[in-house]
């Protein structure tokens, strides 16, 4: 990401980190977090669960910044972020 | 990092607010209602309200089956009727917060008159109302809110009645706070389900969320996901908008913010000040019923 | 319990069937009743609107009947004692929450002051032609309690045992009066509180997280869990188990309405309240209820001093129907005559439960007017004949 500007406090600011958490037999596999999550973590997987839905899969699981949108959009109770405390990184410029 | 959570350990956020034993719902693939419950179950925990004074009622219909799924004192009503038994439940306990949350057809067609009734009491609840645009428990037939030319399975042909504009209908109908967002405007909606509850009055907020199994498949419109990429491209956020000015037609652009907040004497503020005024000091301010006497 | 001496217009007073009901329901601590005006009941909503707010309680004019009876539900699981009060017309729109009523078991009591149907019919005039709407109006199986007072004093009375019994029985009770002891003027006299004894609602003894809300109990009645304390109970009026959770199948149904049936039918000796009189060695029975239970007496004394060994039955209770009671006089009297203000509704009953052992007759008409004793007097001579 790239800013006009550095900020001042950037040395203080921390990315949070999320650690995703799937519950596939929830999944109904609506595709609503897939689609809405701003780093573009998850994708749909090829394997179904007991259902018969696809459930999502993280694929770019490091990227996960415990936004919380997945867990609010999705409409089966199915997903949700922790934050992942231990694994933060320092931003760099 | 990514953790699948097996089955028998699951711990969403959610769950305190959810009734985990009655998980999976009902709810078809990408149906918006699920996502509605979770803005509510968050703006609960976010107000930091004692749950124990929070009871949730809900007519019939999809929506309906939400006093079912939440974990609090819940109550699944008559087709229509969730709006009195609120009201009888508000007067009787006016300590707790007492949230409707029904569909468009239970709440504005069947229940439409106990809605104008009870915004025009100001009635101190909040009514949340999923519109979908269709009856969806019952496989899709037209609505109150059915926009113009939509087709449902009893408008085969395109719907050729007006729907109802239901921020129009609760704000001239007495209503101190009233919003509508789609199930897409999720943190918004969070924020406006907590303004509501907070609100003395009779607050509304109208949540457009997709109905994929219906709506969506008889319009030929996609599935659920396709709806809420349509609210995403289509939505026009217009904070203190006149309701006047925001119908809903046939996949046009949807109009959403929030439209009235206001202040005006609630229905038991205006008993209590009438009879105070007629009996000074011989009438003792009513603020509750007398059931609980095991405390 | 007793009664709360802030509520109990003690007295002797000079009242109407209606007023004397929503003295009745004050004095049984009533503290909530939504209502919708209709002749010819509308006296006991006034009543409440004026006397209501100075002792504690909340009188709302709704929008409907639909609502009226909404409302009562959700204030009777708000924690206090709630009533409606109506007329046909709106009986017929209340019979819909009045199901989610007795669906969800809910204590609370529905007054209907009885006038000529069907539809819009004689709205000013008596009938009794609501017994039958009042046992199967709404739809599905259950079973209701359903009284039936004969005078302004009676009504009083009969609305504060309509609220024990709804208490007791968890479940809405029907006060069935008519336009004439609604309309009719007498003197009542309401006894002091101490001398009123009231059932107190039964609420759980049980924690949070312990407690269902029909829980599976011997004899069927499930306290209550009360609202705001932590429970978090649900209830829905679809078929559900004990933890008021939806159950959508037959077994689940079985249990459920079985349980709304047999609350009744299992203590049909408690709640069934016959008035009997030299029913013993009687040759000829006449029963009747309400108004008519008084109508018919001028018929009964004449027929006594022709000789006739003549008894009479005034049904309080007409809901559970007095079955057991029936039966037995079947087989030991000549004839059993039902009068009532209607075409034969719980005369079909009574039919039913004689099952050809006696003779029996009715004496009906379609409303507007009590019955002329003289019609009931040529029914008990051709009787004996």
């Not at chain 2, 509508?180 to 109208?206: D, M, N, Q, Y």
């Not at chain 3, 079985?258 to 039918?265: G, S």
């Not at chain 3, 049904?315 to 079947?330: D, G, N, Q, S």
Request: aromatic share 8%.
């Amino acid at each position: 990401m790239k800013y006009w500007r550095t900020p001042l406090d950037i040395d203080k600011i921390k990315i949070p980190r999320g650690e995703l958490h799937i519950i596939k037999e929830r999944c109904k596999g609506c595709g609503f977090c897939v689609e809405y999550c701003p780093k573009g973590v998850l994708k749909l997987s090829d394997e179904f669960n007991s259902k018969g839905y696809h459930p999502p899969v993280a694929i770019k699981p490091d990227e996960c910044v415990n936004c919380d949108l997945c867990e609010m959009l999705c409409p089966d109770f199915a997903i949700y972020c922790l934050r992942a405390e231990d694994v933060e990184k320092e931003v760099t410029s | 990092m990514i953790t699948e959570v097996a089955q028998q350990k699951q711990e969403h956020p959610m769950e305190k607010l959810l009734r985990m034993d009655r998980i999976p719902h009902i709810w078809c693939p990408t149906c918006g209602i699920g996502t509605t419950v979770t803005a509510l179950a968050v703006a609960l925990e976010q107000l930091e309200l004692d749950l124990d004074n929070v009871a949730v009622v809900s007519g019939i219909g999809c929506t309906g089956r939400v006093a079912g799924y939440m974990k609090l004192d819940s109550f699944h009503t008559t087709h229509g009727r969730a709006i009195p038994f609120a009201f009888g439940l508000h007067v009787a306990r006016p300590d707790m917060k007492v949230i409707v949350f029904s569909g468009d057809g239970d709440l504005i067609s069947i229940g439409g008159n106990h809605f104008i009734h009870t915004a025009r009491r100001n009635v101190d609840i909040t009514v949340i109302c999923v519109n979908n645009f269709i009856y969806a428990m019952t496989g899709g037939q037209v609505a109150p809110t059915t926009p113009l030319t939509a087709k449902s399975s009893t408008s085969p042909y395109g719907n050729y009645e007006h729907p109802f504009n239901l921020p129009l209908l609760a704000a001239s109908s007495g209503a101190v706070y009233v919003a509508r967002w789609t199930a897409l405007h999720i943190r918004r909606l969070t924020t406006a389900f907590k303004e509501a509850i907070s609100k003395r009055g009779f607050s509304f907020v109208e949540v457009i969320a997709p109905c994929s199994t219906l709506y969506a498949r008889l319009n030929k419109l996609g599935d659920g996901l396709d709806l809420m990429k349509f609210y995403h491209d289509n939505s026009i956020i217009k904070h203190g908008a006149d309701p006047k000015d925001i119908d809903i037609e046939y996949q046009s652009k949807i109009t959403v913010g929030k439209f009235v907040d206001i202040e005006k004497p609630t229905f038991l503020d205006c008993l209590n000040n009438r009879n105070k005024e007629v009996f000074g000091d011989k009438y003792k301010i009513y603020g509750g019923g007398n059931g609980h006497n095991r405390d | 319990m007793k009664a709360d001496p802030k509520n109990v217009l003690v007295g002797s007073h000079y009242l109407d069937g209606n007023h004397a009901c929503a003295e009745g329901a004050i004095a049984a601590g009533c503290k909530f009743f939504g209502g919708y005006p209709i002749t010819p009941s509308t006296e006991i909503a006034e009543r409440v609107s004026r006397r209501f707010p100075l002792v504690g309680g909340v009188f709302v004019q709704m929008e409907d009947e639909l609502a009226s009876m909404g409302a009562i539900l959700g204030a009777a699981w708000g924690g206090v004692k709630s009533m409606t009060c109506t007329s046909g017309p709106g009986f017929s729109l209340m019979m819909e929450n009045f199901g989610l009523g007795i669906m969800l078991e809910t204590p609370c009591v529905l007054v209907n002051v009885q006038r000529g149907g069907p539809s819009t019919g004689l709205p000013t005039l008596p009938g009794q032609a609501d017994m039958m709407q009042a046992r199967w109006g709404s739809h599905g199986d259950y079973e209701v309690i359903a009284l039936a007072p004969d005078s302004p004093q009676e009504s009083f009375e009969l609305v504060i045992h309509a609220f024990n019994l709804s208490e007791k029985y968890r479940m809405p009770v029907l006060v069935m009066t008519d336009e004439c002891v609604g309309h009719m003027t007498e003197k009542v006299i309401i006894p002091p509180a101490e001398e009123i004894e009231l059932v107190e609602r039964n609420y759980t003894d049980k924690k949070p997280g312990e407690a269902w809300p029909y829980e599976d109990t011997k004899n069927l009645l499930s306290p209550l869990l009360p609202v705001g304390k932590g429970y978090k109970f649900h209830v829905t009026g679809l078929t559900h188990d004990q933890r008021g959770y939806p159950i959508i199948n037959d077994e689940a149904q079985e249990w459920n309405v079985r349980r709304l049936i047999d609350k009744v039918t299992k203590n049909v000796d408690d709640i069934v309240w016959l008035e009997e009189k030299d029913v013993e060695g009687a040759e000829i029975v006449v029963m009747a209820y309400g108004i008519t239970s008084r109508v018919v007496q001028p018929a009964i004394a004449k027929a006594k001093k022709d000789g006739i060994k003549i008894g009479m039955i005034k049904m309080v209770t007409v809901w559970p129907f007095p079955e057991k009671r029936v039966k037995e006089l079947a087989d030991k009297v000549k004839a059993l005559i039902m009068v009532e203000m209607n075409y034969g509704q719980v005369f079909l009953e009574m039919d039913r439960c004689v099952a050809g052992k006696c003779q029996t007759y009715f004496v009906g008409h379609a409303g507007g007017t009590v019955h002329n004793p003289e019609d009931v007097y040529k029914t008990i001579k051709e009787a004996v004949k």
